[in-house]
Structures are given as structure tokens and as C-alpha cells.
């Protein structure tokens, strides 16, 4: 920065002419840089500087790491085969740093602020902003009492909060996936203009978005040196149920009352619903089924009941969940909607977990959907296309007189 | 990510057991990233894993880059002399490739998501969340006529504004330096839990700060490659010209409209102030005193009237800003709060042009606030200072016969 730092940033915008070719600057570029780059075949254009590198690889997390080519002008570029549409999250090595790309927008991923390039979907404007009216997204800050500390969240207001001041809302709880945050069903997932755009076109009912953090320690719980204790140990198995439930309880006890009573909520289980991305589905499964009289609405998105550690297990669907699917016609009445979905392209386990538990819950005759992504990965095309297909499906039996008692 | 990503991640927010050192984990840190560290004198330690890099610099903004020390486990440290307080920006420097330290929180400056240490100051809580009230940061969208773009911004409500819903509010536009983003206010700033502070003490009125990209380009707009045109060459002047033109269309024909139709605003130019830092102040300055009709509180944080331009010129007063100080009297009158502020040490060129203008005002007899925060720089911690000392004189003389006509 020094002296002239405010004026070279003024600089630091321009937008050059168009090179004549059919690749165009990414939409997840800052300001009017001009790397990344996509074509009309979705092929993606990387190119980071790094002179006095001996090696540098470009690590899309949904593919195998690459070596880059280095030009004389000390620029290293590489350039991607056709890519999936949806924003594909990468990091780029330098002689073994793993680094993020100071081209692209920083999305929080993978427990860092890591790269991504957003790749078009041909057809598909659902996720992008249009001339519809806007809901707002707030930040909230709150105190818990669980974790002893700051909390925060983001909160999306549908398009006519403000006007129609005596209006109350039905409430999803939405959350992100493993090492990500609360941003990431904004920034990443573009659930406000997915959001506005199915509110506007009548297709589903106005409803506020809370957006929490998914991590949680209980106050003054020190997390133990995991250090050689792999995933599936006991000792880590016995941290990560610490802070699930650490989570659970700042949800329940905390952020759903300090919601009902900042916004204009209708505070009942008919007009609550929850459901989470990957990580975010296992916690949407374990909150919502120990607390069935806060929620009737639930949402798998790559990630739902212990699917991380189903395998090839199956679900007993007579005795999950405390019992409460054992009687299949009452949970239907109880609730309204168990929404699980996946990507086609997904790791196989991830796959065969979601599958397995579509299988038992058919066996066990609990009525669900089951819905497929096709052709992406564990990666956020794959998350804004089961919100499009979830979010109509939310708080349309709240009237049912069979389920409108609290 | 791939299969385990979302259990990979569950772990990667663990804290471990304090180490028995006086070096605590940055508050600016990701998650519980162990570092950046900062100690009780202010010295920060920086690591970064570069197995494979030959050189890795640090490059704190406000200093000069230094060497780190490759240790070997593969990660580079470094620790600072003691350093003042607040956040610092810093780039990473891996065989000639500038990069952000994935342990710390991104933030978006020098058109880049560059990391920041976060310093404390001892005895400074008024930037930091309290047990008061807190307003909502909410996140709009907007559609610009002037720029054909869809725009974003950043409004703070104070903490009434929900519960008061018949109540208006005057507004604060508050600017973000150059390569920054209208989220810096909020994250680097903390300009909402200032004013949460500042409001629950009974200091500072309610208000809605609305922050808004400093960048903009008219429809249309191709801007030239500016390769081999130095600042201050008629090219890159004429071009920051139409830059910072578009923004005060765009501020003044649509942003300002479109707040006051959707917020409950007091809209006249008795209860709308601005204000900005560095680039942000030239563009507060422009903006205002070309609107006089639409502001009557104007404030300057390190940068202000092409103070960048000035150099040792002074700033004559009888024909400076459309003659609007010609008349001094008339001028108190007429524009309630003039401030200007600058960190003691900040870049001699900056310095002098604060100072400059501060006595051009002074010797014009223009009443006017100067105020100097000791020994901070070009940085965040000056203008949260800067907010502190500012926010409590707006509106106050909103109630003056003499002004209150639009």
C-alpha cells in the first residue's frame, strides 16, 4: 500500500478489451481480472504467476491435481477438458505451498479461503440474478449460551418482508457443508436469487432462510490432540459427536429462539424445516429427529442420516430414528417431507450411502423423495439444484388440520 | 474433497491445547488455525508450509518484505518486531509467486483476497461485539441504470429498526478505500459493532450506513489498455475521471433512490452524511460537493479534495469546490460537519496532503474538524478510529431552523 496505494487501486479495475476468442473472464473472477477464463465448451483457462517456481500444479478438488506449463512471462497456465456446469472449487501448489488464486474470488472451502471458477449451466438462469424483486440477506450476531461465544449467521428475507410489515414467515434452517460457513449458501450457493426467482415465478412460498454456523464447541470443551487418531477411531469419532451435539443444542436451545423472536416467524413445527449440504445433512438429521416437535420438514443434500458411515449398510427404518418411522402411515402425517438427494457423478461411497438409505427407506415404506443430480459431482451445482427442487415442496401441508396442531 | 471431503473437514476445526507461551492465536485466523500467533507485545508469528520453495518473503503492506526461515517440517516462520495495533494486510511471497496465507481470514483489499493479522489494542474494546443490542448488516442488490450492471451493497440497520417500525433514520454513505469491496467496512472496519457501541452508550443517534462498491463503469464503458500509462499520464486521468463519474451517478441517480424507497430513511440532505477512506474520501468529497443539495455531513479518512494531487499545493478556499466556501458563514450553515482525518504515520505524501488541506481550511476559515490518529498508518485501525470520532457528531444539528429546510 504506502503512498500511492489508493491510487494504484483505483488502477486495479479496468477492464481491457475483448481478446478475440471464444474464452471470456469467469463471473468468480475479482474485479475485472481476466483469469480465469471459460469457453463456449466449458473448458476453464487457469493462469497464475509465479517466476521463480520450479513446479506448479493446479488442483481442482473434483479432479486429479496437474502439472502447469510455464511461460516466459513467468505465468504458469493450464486448460481444463469440458467441465461440469457449477462452481468448481481449486487451489493451486507452488513448489508445495497450496495456495489460492488471487484472480478468483475467495470462497470459504475446505477450512480455508480457497479458488473456485463458476462454470455456466447452458439454459439454467434459476441460480442467477434476474429482474425479480430481491430479498435481503441480513448477518445476525448472537450469544450463546452453549458455546460461551459470538455467534453468527445469515438470515435471507424474502422480497416482501419489509412491506408487508403484520406478514409472518415459515423459517428453513440451511446449512453448508464440512470446512465451509455460514456464507456459503450465499456466496457459493446463490440461495437468495434461487430464492427470489421461485417466489417470484409462485412456484414456492415466501419463507426466511437462517444460515448458521455449522461448528460448535461447548463452553470451556478443549478439543483433544487427534493427532495419529484417524477419522473412525474412537477418540475421533468421540470429538466429532461432541461437537454435532455442541451444535445441536445451540440450534435448539439457542439460535431457533433468538430467530423467533427477532424475526416475524411462525414459530411451530409445521412452519420449520431444515436441511444441509453434505456435513450439514447428517447434522439436519441428527437435529431434526430428536426434535420432531420443532421440525416437519427435512432435507438430505449429499449428506443425511450416518450415511458417512453406512457403507453398505442398510437402515432399519423399524427402529432408526427412535422409532419414529416405525409406523409409516403416522410419519407421513408427522412429516411432511424427507427429501434426500445426490449427484450422479458423486464419490461412490457417497453415492452407495445415499442409495442405501433411498433402498431402506422404500423397503420400510416411509414416504420420501429420493432426487438425482445429473451428471455432477460433490460440488455445489449439485446443492443449488436440490434447493430448486426442495424449496417448492416446503411448507405446502401447514394447512393439513391432521398436522397444524403445534 | 472427493469421498472423505466432508468428513475430512469436520476435523479440520479442531483446537488444540494451548501452547505455554505468551502467543495466542489471531482472532483474524481461520477457524482454529493455530497461526497467525500474536503475543503481549504485539509481536506476530507467521508460518507457512512451502516443503519445496527455495525463498518465502513475507510481505506485511505497511512494512518491508522479509525473508522467512525454512524450518524442517516443511514450513516457514517468521516473528515481527512489535507492531501497532490493528489489522494489518500481508501477502505471502513463494519463489516469486503473491499469495494469501491460507490460515488467515480473507479479506478483500489491494483487488485481491489478501490476508490480515488482527493486533489488539489494549484497552480498545469499541470495535468489538459487546453485550448490547446489534443491528443487522444486510446485503442488497440493486439493478443500475447508469452502469447496466446488477450492483451490491452493504446497509447496517441499528438495533431498533425492526422493533421501531415506524421510526425513519438518517442515513451515513460510508466508502471503502481503493481495491477494497463494499464488505470492507464490515470486516476489516467492524463499522457496525462501532456503531452498536457507540449507539447503546447514547453517543451517536441511530443511523443506516449504507456501504456501496467504490467501482463502477458506465454501460457500455470499454476502458483502454492502460499498459505504459502512468498515474497522473492524461490517459489514466481521464480515465479515473469516468470512473469516478459513473459512481456518482450511479450513487446519486440510483443507489440513494433506491435506499430511500426501500428503507424507512429521512430522506433530505439534513440527515444524509458521507464519508470514506482514502480512495473513498476523494470520491466523498466529489460527491458531496457537487450534491450539496443532497448532503450536509462530508468526512475525509486519509484521503479527501484530490488530496492525492496536491502535493505541498494548498486549496483556496474562495474558488475550491464551486465556491461553496466562498462564504464561510453561509458554509457553516449550510454543511453541518466537515471532517478530516489522517494516521500520524502514514506515508509523508499522505500526511502532507491532510495537513495541507487542514490548513488551506483553517487559513479560508472554513469550520471544520482535523483530527489524527496517533501512530497508526495507512490502515484499517485509523479509519475505525476515524468512525469513532465521526459517527457522534452526524445528525446533530439535523434540528437547526436555520438547516432544516431541504
Not at 461447548?218 to 466429532?240: H, Q
Not at 420443532?294 to 449428506?303: A, E, H, I, R, T
Request: net charge neutral.
Amino acid at each position: 500500500m504506502k503512498a500511492i496505494g489508493f491510487v494504484m487501486l483505483l488502477a486495479a479495475s479496468f477492464c481491457f478489451a475483448q481478446e478475440p476468442s471464444d474464452f471470456q473472464p469467469a463471473t468468480s473472477n475479482v474485479l475485472d481480472s481476466q483469469y480465469p477464463k471459460v469457453d463456449g465448451n466449458s473448458r476453464v483457462q487457469i493462469r497464475f504467476r509465479a517466476p521463480d517456481a520450479t513446479r506448479v500444479k493446479l488442483n481442482f478438488w473434483s479432479g486429479p491435481k496437474v502439472d502447469m506449463e510455464k511461460a516466459a512471462d513467468g505465468y504458469w497456465t493450464f486448460t481444463t477438458p469440458p467441465m461440469a456446469p457449477g462452481l468448481h472449487y481449486y487451489t493451486i501448489i507452488v513448489d508445495g505451498a497450496e495456495v489460492s488464486d488471487p484472480a478468483s474470488t475467495a470462497y470459504f472451502g475446505g477450512s480455508k479461503w480457497a479458488s473456485a471458477v463458476e462454470v455456466p449451466e447452458a439454459g439454467a438462469n434459476y441460480y442467477l440474478p434476474q429482474e425479480v424483486p430481491h430479498g435481503q440477506v441480513s448477518e445476525i450476531w448472537y450469544h450463546s449460551s452453549v458455546t460461551g461465544t459470538w455467534r453468527h449467521a445469515f438470515v435471507y428475507l424474502p422480497p416482501d418482508y419489509d412491506a408487508q410489515t403484520k406478514a409472518r414467515y415459515p423459517v428453513l434452517y440451511l446449512q453448508h457443508g464440512g470446512g465451509e460457513d455460514a456464507s456459503g449458501w450465499i456466496r457459493q450457493g446463490k440461495a437468495n436469487f434461487i430464492l427470489d426467482n421461485l417466489i417470484a415465478s409462485g412456484s414456492t412460498k415466501p419463507m426466511i432462510i437462517v444460515m448458521a454456523n455449522g461448528y460448535a464447541s461447548r463452553a470451556g470443551y478443549i478439543v483433544p490432540d487427534l493427532t495419529g487418531k484417524p477419522f473412525g477411531s474412537p477418540e475421533f469419532m468421540k470429538v466429532m459427536q461432541e461437537r454435532m451435539g455442541a451444535f445441536e443444542d445451540d440450534m435448539t436451545q439457542v439460535l431457533i429462539p433468538f430467530i423467533d423472536k427477532t424475526f416475524r416467524t411462525i414459530p411451530n413445527r409445521d412452519h420449520r424445516a431444515m436441511a444441509g449440504l453434505s456435513m450439514g445433512g447428517m447434522q439436519t438429521f441428527q437435529v431434526t429427529f430428536n426434535h420432531l416437535d420443532l421440525f416437519s420438514y427435512v432435507g438430505g443434500f449429499s449428506g443425511a442420516a450416518n450415511v458417512f458411515a453406512m457403507g453398505n449398510n442398510k437402515l432399519d427404518t423399524k427402529t432408526a430414528f427412535n422409532g419414529s418411522m416405525a409406523d409409516p402411515a403416522a410419519f407421513a402425517k408427522r412429516v411432511h417431507l424427507l427429501w434426500i438427494g445426490v449427484g450422479t457423478n458423486e464419490p461412490e461411497r457417497m453415492k452407495t450411502g445415499l442409495e442405501n438409505l433411498n433402498a431402506s427407506l422404500g423397503e420400510g415404506k416411509i414416504q420420501h423423495v429420493f432426487y438425482e443430480s445429473p451428471g455432477t459431482d460433490h460440488e455445489w451445482q449439485t446443492w443449488r439444484r436440490d434447493l430448486k427442487d426442495f424449496a417448492p415442496r416446503l411448507f405446502q401441508a401447514s394447512a393439513q388440520p391432521a398436522t397444524s396442531a403445534r
